[in-house]
T-cell receptor
Framework: DADVTQTPRNRITKTGKRIMLECSQT?????MYWYRQDPGLGLRLIYY???????NKGEISDGYSVSRQAQAKFSLSLESAIPNQTALYFC?????????????FGPGTRLLVL | QQQVKQSPQSLIVQKGGISIINCAYE??????FPWYQQFPGKGPALLIA?????SEKKEGRFTISFNKSAKQFSLHIMDSQPGDSATYFC??????????FGTGTRLQVFP
């Protein structure tokens, strides 16, 4: 987990606020992902990036945006936070050339939208 | 067709027992089936994975059974221990594309 870091680890915000969750990795992987985890719904993909110039929507991208600032950094923004975006958010990386499709997850950010 | 259906949602097993978690998929193009383990407060981590050219893969107490014709795969945890208590996710992917995760199973192993 230390190779993939997420900041902040916990965040409380109010409805309508714009917030950013940050992810950094030292694994040298090209691929990065943002997921949200909700009880009973598993891990749902928000956005993914297969390299610095490649950004793709996942299954639940509405209300979110991302920025891939460098190979090592991938940020997730909530443009105008709403209570149903309260969830646990995970960043992950992978390297299809190395260990196959193994994804390495960060420790997560717990977000509460009031 | 992209879904991976996982059951049960929760599982309680006594120490020493066998834990079994099942997953089913529709997309026959999937060629990689991993299981991830997540402890409270941590991110998921790869536990074991299988490709469809074999029907079973074993690593220690953890075994994946794969039934290609039924489009099902399962995780068996033998001699379950309290330290195995975690949430388990199955997943599938095709041609090194992104993973499709199941909804997760919370396993509790009691002494």
């Amino acid at each position: 987990d230390a190779d993939v870091t997420q900041t902040p680890r916990n965040r409380i915000t109010k409805t309508g606020k714009r917030i950013m969750l940050e992810c950094s990795q030292t694994k040298g992987h090209d691929r990065m992902y943002w997921y949200r985890q909700d009880p009973g719904l598993g891990l749902r993909l928000i956005y993914y990036s297969f390299d610095v110039k490649d950004i793709n929507k996942g299954e639940i991208s509405d209300g979110y945006s991302v920025s891939r600032q460098a190979q090592a950094k991938f940020s997730l923004s909530l443009e105008s936070a709403i209570p149903n975006q309260t969830a646990l958010y995970f960043c992950a990386t992978s390297d299809p050339k190395g260990s196959g499709e193994t994804q390495y997850f960060g420790p997560g950010t717990r977000l509460l939208v009031l | 067709q992209q879904q991976v259906k996982q059951s049960p949602q929760s599982l309680i097993v006594q120490k020493g027992g066998i834990s079994i978690i099942n997953c089913a998929y529709e997309n026959t193009a999937f060629d990689y089936f991993p299981w991830y383990q997540q402890f409270p407060g941590k991110g998921p981590a790869l536990l074991i994975a299988i490709r469809p050219d074999v029907s079973e893969k074993k690593e220690g107490r953890f075994t994946i059974s794969f039934n290609k014709s039924a489009k099902q795969f399962s995780l068996h945890i033998m001699d379950s221990q309290p330290g195995d208590s975690a949430t388990y996710f199955c997943a599938a992917s095709w041609n090194t594309d992104k993973l499709i995760f199941g909804t997760g199973t919370r396993l509790q192993v009691f002494p």
